[in-house]
């Protein structure tokens, strides 16, 4: 538990001196909440339920673990992800003096109403996969921090904060069952977090003890929950192959002490794949949170997923799709031992599909094999 603790106070720490050096950002409506979001997925639009075939089944889809059938590592695995208006801030606040009121009060004013976003995975987040008895297999450890911000009230800025630090160990499997198409699978996670959900002013921010309150502020916990999931291959005469996908995320919700609580998921999806030449093509589609377990928000666009998926003879691929209504495109470069990912999306972080985009942009390096 060492290591975990490790990472938590590392990732944590980090966001909380990325926040101090934006110094800005409340969620008028929040967003979706995802333990985690894989670069594959979210170029295709974040439909993965019934894809699932890579080391992000073990977060999106755990029966689709039972795909695997060689040795699979990742041990090096840095990931940036950052939003359009937060690459904006970054450069404004290089030449703005943060212990200073003034200066802090018009650099927050000048991003009234812009949702800031930054999540960093912890640069040695390994996870190993392999096949026993036919059964996939999957274990993970890591770590990630996240970061949403808006500013309101352009008179008296008020930056509202919502930071997350997780760490895990967990496990999973996946098996293709006798009844001809039907594959299921299940993990199992320990979660340790800390969670920060404040406001803060332009005099707060600029204060001498400032890192000390937000320290102060966050809140920790930890629980243990499990996914479980099916994916079924319609038995069709065609060049088509059709998959039906579902996944419960969080099957037992579990309260994470004072942190903020992991909430269940139901999500649907259909996946279609067909190779020629070489080529494999695959295309999604995706409702998320059927069961509206998330009463926060009831619009059914902002659960709508699709995307598809060119995966070229060479070492490219390339994705696109619809994330909430919103466009998004990827690609991955896989040099075998070394793979390059890269993801653009946008995110809704208002009340109902279209009403405010957040364009997110997302790159990770993968050393493995």
Same mark, same amino acid.
């Given at each position: ?196 959900? /404040? ?60 942190? /903020? ?11 279609? /794949? ?21 009463? /926060? ?73």
């Amino acid at each position: 538990m060492k290591h975990l603790s490790f990472l938590k106070i590392n990732g944590f720490a980090i966001l909380s001196v990325l926040f101090v050096f934006l110094s800005a950002t409340c969620l008028s409506a929040k967003e979706y909440p995802n333990f985690f979001r894989g670069v594959r997925p979210l170029g295709m639009g974040g439909a993965f339920t019934a894809v699932s075939d890579d080391e992000n089944a073990l977060f999106y889809n755990p029966a689709g673990l039972s795909k695997i059938s060689t040795f699979q590592l990742g041990v090096f695995n840095p990931l940036i992800e950052v939003s359009e208006g937060s690459i904006d801030l970054f450069n404004d606040v290089q030449d703005a003096n943060l212990d200073d009121t003034g200066e802090t009060t018009d650099l927050m004013r000048k991003y009234v109403g812009e949702h800031q976003h930054a999540r960093i995975l912890f640069p040695v987040s390994p996870y190993v996969g392999f096949n026993v008895s036919n059964v996939g297999i999957m274990i993970s450890g890591g770590g990630q921090g996240t970061m949403d911000v808006e500013i309101r009230n352009p008179i008296w800025p008020e930056a509202y904060v919502n930071l997350l630090g997780d760490a895990w160990i967990m496990g999973g499997a996946g098996a293709k069952l006798p009844l001809n198409g039907l594959s299921v699978g299940g993990n199992l996670k320990y979660i340790q977090r800390e969670s920060l959900n /404040e406001v803060y002013t332009a005099a707060d921010i600029a204060a001498d003890d400032f890192e000390d309150r937000l320290d102060d502020d966050r809140k920790s916990g930890n629980g243990i929950t499990m996914d479980i999931g099916a994916i079924y291959r319609l038995p069709l005469e065609s060049d088509f192959k059709t998959d039906l996908g579902l996944s419960i995320q969080n099957l037992f919700e579990s309260d994470m002490g004072d942190a /903020e609580d992991l909430k269940r998921s139901v999500n649907l999806g259909v996946a279609v /794949e067909r190779s020629f030449g070489g080529f494999k093509a695959i295309g999604a589609f995706d409702i998320m949170d059927i069961t509206r377990n998330f009463d /926060e928000d009831d619009d059914f666009m902002k659960r709508i997923h699709m995307g598809a998926e060119v995966q070229f003879p060479t070492i490219l691929a390339l994705r696109a799709g619809f994330n909430q209504g919103y466009l998004s495109a990827g690609a991955t470069a896989d040099f075998w031992a070394l793979r390059l990912d890269f993801a653009t999306y946008g995110e809704e972080v208002g009340a109902y599909s279209g009403q405010r985009e957040d364009r997110r942009y997302v790159g990770q390096l993968t050393i493995g094999w």
